[in-house]
């Protein structure tokens, strides 16, 4: 089974600039996930889609942040503006979540490295 | 926020030996899942312990959950140098949402 896709690998720009990411979760997950994880700390959750619904976006900071995913398959995330506190890694998770009375773990992308400069 | 805190926040052993990394929550759970992470990579699930479970075994992996001291606790046993990451608990009040911990940072060392 082909894992979670995500890209670019790693992006530097400058503060104030806007950037996106993309990520491809696999095939099946209606379930999709885009956490930030600052060096050093564990990852916090930005947003949760359930197929093209938004679950949980509280910890999204929506006067810079927002994500889509259309059609309940590819999702992206984008920062406009950046600010140099953004600078982090940018981590998507696919789930099957609760199935066949068995509850799933996520499966993540590598992530996208972002430094704002 | 972070709901859960590994403890030790770093480790550092010799191939061969164990590993154990304890996770202590703050608020009531029905699952808690642990995953590695290796540096520069996404996390790799690793283990899922429901809150009516006590223990739970995978390979060469223990996970204990103790719910009336909100802690668990993973187990290496036999460690290669090849588990060299960090390890992150994360908890989960509903079936979907998982909160991470602050993580541990194991280095075995050949």
């Known amino acids: 089974e082909a894992g979670v896709a995500q890209s670019p690998r790693y992006k530097i720009i400058e503060k104030r600039q806007s950037v996106a990411f993309w990520c491809n979760p696999i095939?099946?997950?209606?379930?999709l996930y885009w956490y930030q994880q600052i060096l050093g700390q564990g990852p916090k959750l930005l947003i949760q889609?359930?197929?093209?619904?938004?679950?949980?976006d509280s910890q999204l900071p929506k006067d810079r942040f927002s994500a889509e995913r259309l059609k309940g398959v590819d999702s992206t995330l984008k920062i406009q503006p950046a600010k140099l506190e953004d600078s982090a890694v940018y981590l998507c998770?696919?789930?099957?979540?609760?199935?066949?009375?068995?509850?799933?773990?996520?499966?993540f992308g590598s992530g996208t490295r972002l430094t704002v400069v | 926020s972070q709901q859960g805190e590994e403890d030790p926040q770093a480790l550092s052993i010799q191939e061969g030996e164990n590993a154990t990394m304890n996770c202590s929550y703050k608020?009531?759970?029905?699952?808690l899942q642990w995953y590695r992470q290796n540096s520069g990579r996404g996390l790799v699930h690793l283990i899922l312990?429901?809150?009516?479970?006590r223990e739970k075994h995978s390979g060469r992996l223990r996970v204990t959950l103790d719910t009336s001291k909100k802690s668990s606790s993973l187990l290496i046993t036999a460690s290669r140098a090849a588990d060299t990451a960090s390890y992150f608990c994360?908890?989960?009040?509903?079936?979907?949402?998982?909160?991470f911990g602050t993580g541990t940072r194991l280095l075995v060392s050949p």
């Open positions: 095939s099946g997950h209606a379930t």
């Open positions: 994360a908890t989960g009040r509903s079936f979907q949402k998982l909160v």
């Open positions: 312990i429901r809150s009516n479970e």
């Open positions: 608020t009531s759970i029905n699952n």
């Open positions: 998770a696919s789930s099957l979540g609760f199935t066949g009375g068995r509850l799933n773990g996520y499966t």
């Open positions: 889609f359930q197929n093209n619904g938004v679950v949980d």
